[in-house]
Every structure is written in C-alpha cells, then in structure tokens.
C-alpha cells in the first residue's frame, strides 16, 4: 500500500532564508500529489498540487514544488520564507493500481518555525 | 461559497460512550472524506463517501461507521469509545471523487475521558 515520508519533522529557519521540505512516497504508478498547510490554529488549506503536465507546479504565498517520477518525490519549496509562513506542512497523495484505490494518504508532517 | 462546515467543534465524551460527528460539505461536492488526526499518527483516512455510497475505507474498526445523506451531508459515528479515540476528526469535500482536491473543514475536537 502507498506510503508518504516526510523527512523533516521539525525546521527551523530565519526570515529570508530558503526552504526545501523532503516528501517522497512509495508507488510508482499513477499519483495525484498534494502539499497542504495548517497555520496555527486554522484548518488544513491547500498550498499545490500535482495532477499531470509540468512536474514544476507554482502554488499560493510564493511556494512550488517538483515532481520527479523516477525519485518518487515532491518537494516543496520556497526561496525566502517569512515569520506568516510558521505552520505544519503535510504532503499528501492519492494513488491507484496494485492495491492503492486512491485513498488520500498524508505524510507525518513538518513542523516550520520561522524566526524573525 | 461558504467552506466545509462541521460540528460540534468541541466534545467531550467518556469511554464507552457513542458519538455523531457532523459534516457539510462546499456547495456542489458530492464526495466526504473523514480523518482522525492525532500526535502520535499523523492524519490518518477513515472512509469517504460518495453519493451515499462508502467508495473507500482507511483501516479503522468497525466501531467508527459513516454515512452520507443525499444532500451530500455526512456524519461519522463512533461507537463504544475508547481513550484512544480521543483526536481532531477532520472532513473535507470534493467535487466529484477523492481525487479531486480536497477541501477541509475546522474538525471536531473529541475528547475521551
């Protein structure tokens, strides 16, 4: 069955600095990915997401993301981050074929504290 | 478009007690997804449904059971609860399938004592 890993679990980062959150999963067939956030008190809001066409997708407050098919990974990424953007990130994806039904599977999530 | 609505917020229950959560979705969506997340495992998939109908089902016992009405509402039930079952139960709607993109409520806040 599909499996998401998030390798940072906890991040600290200054203002300005820049971000790269690790996600990579487990199946090599057809995958929708997905980043989403949830700010401090807020509910889990869409960031990007990664259906088909160009593996690079631009998503909202400046982040994006690379598909890389053949690293089974989606980054996500953001060149100078701001004290707004401390939250929890998940990365998630839907799958289908060899067990997978395309059930919505959620990485452990990292944690972004950034300081101003 | 008002946003997925769920309620209550917040319940507290005691362990052998049942509960009914609650989810509208966005105007228009016909799938609901539901989704325990807790510290220690992340946000884990319950089921989700669509047109009435169970299309998916996370690997949760059978004391946690579902439904949708045909207004797309849904509620979630859990029955006997135990300890464990204490989390921030998630729903999110999407138009047609669970592989659209997912919108998701504010969760119900369940605490079992």
């Known amino acids: 069955a599909q499996s998401v890993s998030q390798h940072n679990h906890h991040v600290i980062l200054s203002e300005a600095a820049s971000l790269e959150l690790g996600c990579n999963y487990s199946y090599g067939g057809t995958v929708n990915l997905f980043w989403y956030v949830q700010y401090p008190g807020q509910h889990l809001q869409l960031l990007l997401k990664y259906f088909s066409g160009d593996p690079l997708v631009k998503g909202i407050k400046g982040f994006e993301a690379e598909f890389i098919k053949s690293k089974f990974s989606f980054n996500l990424r953001k060149p100078s981050v701001q004290w707004s953007d401390t939250a929890e990130y998940f990365c998630a994806v839907n799958a289908w074929g060899s067990g997978n039904t395309g059930k919505l599977i959620f990485g452990q999530g990292t944690t972004l504290q950034v300081k101003p | 478009k008002a946003g997925v609505t769920q309620t209550p917020r917040y319940l507290i229950k005691t362990r052998g007690q049942q509960v009914t959560l609650s989810c509208s979705p966005i105007s228009g969506h016909r799938s609901v997804s539901w989704y325990q997340q807790t510290p220690g495992q992340g946000l884990q998939f319950l089921f989700e449904y669509f047109s009435e109908t169970q299309r998916n089902k996370g690997n949760f016992p059978g004391r946690f059971s579902g439904r949708q009405f045909s207004n797309s509402r849904s509620e979630m039930n859990v029955s006997t609860l135990e300890l464990g079952d204490s989390a921030l139960y998630l729903c999110?709607?999407?138009?047609?399938?669970?592989?659209?993109?997912?919108?998701f409520g504010p969760g119900t806040r369940l605490t079992v004592l």
């Open positions: 999110a709607s999407s138009l047609d399938a669970s592989a659209d993109t997912q919108y």
